[in-house]
């Protein structure tokens, strides 16, 4: 059949519409993993349920599209190290399992962190019983994977938004130096393992230089550092690309490597720019600040889609310096993001969705790699 000029139009119009609204992924396309296999690693976060393998074709979805893992939670200290005379390595086991049974680059987060921590290492006072329980936690668990855990976050998250140290158990207990025994006993561990300081919003300028000037201090001091790990918890507008081009220039001009270890692009308004406390704000509220509760808008996710685009062309241009990129999840029901820092929201900002469907931000970070062909 003959189509007349007007049906032949229509007809065409129909079918760009429909592929730009369901993007369905064409068998034979290269995967993320794929594209990037000579820039960086593509890696992603994994919940407990993940690393159990409790869902077949959520298996198969991290293979395919990534090479790197990283515990989303499982190696926290309060779950390896959940009493002073107690380890705890069920989980960590089946995770590290999972990563050579898949071929992964294999992260370990995180040996120092005040969050997630175990009780009892928040009661210590003082600094010999600080570096005891620090000798025993960094050595035993790094020992215990030595040679199968690729990098490890050493240190996370010590600095204050003004670049001065965090008031932590580690630091009162012990003071400024506990960042150089964590390296050096984690590089005595296991010599090979790449060490790593991991921080968010090392894009802002005051904590960006006070990152700069502990990560000298510790080279200073005969520590082994092999890179830093941007988190990357960024939204559509900020920081600027500028500011993010900034960071990788000022951490690899250590002679240090750059990560991006837990990225996400949150499409949601903050808290904090909601200013007075009306209370008849309240309601009106709650929906101003989960404003997309069953879809995304189409000019939402096409921003999403530029952001990242924008983002990983700027990785690109530094991919010399950049080890590894990270998304803090698989898909967007994962995501943290959907309950911090408001809990019972409906997010949006990794590259797959609910569905485990690749998003156009997916499609467009595929594409900036294809186009470069
Ligand atoms: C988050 C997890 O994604 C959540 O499931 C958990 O409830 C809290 O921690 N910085 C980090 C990550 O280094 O470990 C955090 O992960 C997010 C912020």
Not at 86 to 101: H, I, N, P, Q, T
Request: with cysteine; proline share 4%; glycine share 4%.
């Amino acid at each position: 059949m003959k189509l007349t000029k007007p049906l032949f139009i229509l007809v065409t119009v129909l079918a760009i519409s429909s592929c730009t609204k369901i993007y369905k992924k064409p068998e034979t396309a290269v995967t993320i993993k794929e594209a990037y296999k000579e820039n960086f690693y593509i890696g992603t976060a994994l919940s407990q349920s993940q690393i159990e393998e409790k869902d077949p074709m959520v298996t198969a979805l991290i293979s395919k599209e990534f090479n790197s893992i990283t515990p989303e939670n499982i190696m926290k200290s309060m779950f390896t190290h959940p009493e002073q005379d107690r380890f705890d390595f069920k989980l960590s086991d089946k995770y590290v399992a999972f990563g050579e049974k898949h071929n992964m680059f294999i992260h370990g987060h995180t040996l120092i962190w005040h969050s997630q921590l175990a009780p009892w290492m928040a009661q210590i006072k003082d600094s010999t019983a600080m570096a005891d329980m620090m000798t025993n936690h960094i050595t035993t668990i790094v020992s215990k994977y030595k040679g199968r855990i690729n990098s490890w976050d050493v240190v996370n998250e010590a600095l204050n938004e003004d670049g001065t140290l965090r008031k932590s158990v580690f630091l009162n207990s012990y003071g400024k130096d506990f960042l150089t025994l964590a390296f050096k006993l984690a590089a005595k561990a296991d010599p090979k393992t790449d060490l790593y300081y991991n921080d968010y919003n090392l894009c802002n300028a005051k904590k960006r230089k006070g990152a700069v000037d502990m990560i000298k201090n510790l080279q200073k001091n005969g520590a082994k550092i092999d890179g830093v790990g941007e988190q990357g918890h960024w939204n559509l507008t900020s920081p600027s690309l500028d500011e993010i081009e900034q960071t990788i220039l000022d951490f690899s001009a250590l002679g240090i490597k750059v990560a991006f270890t837990e990225l996400d692009i949150t499409v949601l308004p903050s808290p904090w720019d909601v200013v007075g406390a009306d209370v008849n704000q309240k309601s009106e509220a709650n929906e101003k600040m989960n404003p997309y509760p069953k879809v995304l808008p189409d000019s939402v996710q096409q921003q999403l889609a530029a952001r990242y685009e924008a983002i990983f062309k700027l990785f690109l241009k530094h991919q010399d310096k950049i080890s590894r990129v990270t998304l803090w999840g698989v898909n967007d029901g994962q995501s943290w993001l959907n309950d911090w820092p408001i809990r019972g929201r409906t997010n949006y900002p990794l590259l797959f969705d609910r569905e485990f469907k690749p998003k156009e931000a997916y499609t467009s970070v595929l594409k900036l790699k294809e186009a470069k062909k």
